[in-house]
């Protein structure tokens, strides 16, 4: 298992970027950019942090959806620039277009990525896909009716979803902060279209290494913003973890996510696409702006 260094970047600069990425999400959020219908064409839009869509073989899968405004919550203690509030930026889609969405894809249940707005904004039918009985216990004991445990063989409206393993740190911060696991990771796969893997909170590990060299991939998604814990290290993958990636699919198209709206994540967008163009992978890599959709 590897892990990234962190970026040489001073905490001055690192409150900067957060404050400048919160400006440019102000900035976004005025115009609330409404989702085109579900078609043919297949598209990754990152909405903010990890809440995203997938638009995938004619279904829309809306996956870690975290609705609330700007601010709201205090930021998670123990980690790097804490005294923020989260999120930093506002959601630049309207709610009622992530609620129309098919299905919902929960990789884990922590604030960022299944929080109370999402939680009595979403409609109560809507099916939810989970990694576990015990985050299908949580989801049901909201009030919501139909939540799946995704399986390696799981399958939805003609897609197939495969469930994927992933560790939220280390094996030492893990075993120290044993409440970051489990998390899951998500293959889509549709035999007239490009496979599609979210690979999830996790750093790169051999259960990344594994599911890229068991699905080849044509496309993985990166939660990539290099969240950090106060003397512990990170819990996300950074630009090392990234690197790993291309190295392990150097066919594949990347898509950095889970960037600039969460207290933790210390790598901004701009010192990702540098590092990339450094390495020579820039080209493989896409870094979307809040609310901005990708084909894929």
């Avoid at 809040?290 to 894929?296: A, F, N, Q, T």
Wanted: a neutral charge; one cysteine or more.
């Amino acid at each position: 298992m590897s892990s990234d260094t962190l970026p040489s970047l001073s905490r001055r600069r690192l409150l900067t970027a957060s404050a400048g990425a919160a400006i440019l999400g102000m900035a976004a959020s005025l115009n609330a950019a409404a989702m085109p219908a579900v078609g043919s064409a297949n598209a990754f839009t990152q909405v903010r942090n990890a809440t995203t869509l997938l638009d995938y073989a004619g279904v829309r899968f809306l996956i870690d959806p975290m609705f609330a405004e700007r601010g709201a919550y205090p930021g998670f203690p123990g980690s790097a620039m804490s005294h923020l509030r989260n999120p930093l930026v506002p959601l630049p889609v309207s709610i009622a277009d992530l609620a129309a969405a098919d299905a919902v894809i929960v990789t884990h249940t922590h604030l960022d990525h299944w929080d109370e707005a999402a939680q009595k904004m979403l409609p109560k039918a809507m099916p939810i896909f989970v990694q576990n009985m015990d985050d299908a216990t949580t989801i049901r004991g909201q009030g919501f009716t139909d939540v799946r445990i995704l399986t390696a063989n799981s399958r939805f409206k003609g897609v197939q979803l495969s469930r994927t393993g992933g560790h939220h740190g280390s094996g030492e911060l893990v075993r120290a902060v044993p409440i970051l696991d489990p998390v899951m990771g998500v293959l889509f796969r549709h035999v007239a279209h490009k496979s599609v893997y979210i690979v999830g909170d996790t750093v790169w590990n051999s259960e990344v290494a594994q599911a890229i060299a068991t699905y080849r991939p044509e496309v993985i998604v990166i939660n990539a913003g290099y969240a950090q814990l106060i003397d512990l290290g990170p819990i996300l993958m950074g630009p090392q973890g990234v690197l790993s990636v291309h190295r392990a699919a150097p066919a594949a198209q990347l898509i950095a996510t889970h960037m600039e709206a969460i207290n933790h994540c210390v790598l901004s967008r701009a010192d990702l696409a540098a590092f990339a163009k450094k390495e020579g992978f820039a080209q493989r890599l896409l870094i979307p702006a809040d609310g901005e959709r990708v084909p894929i």
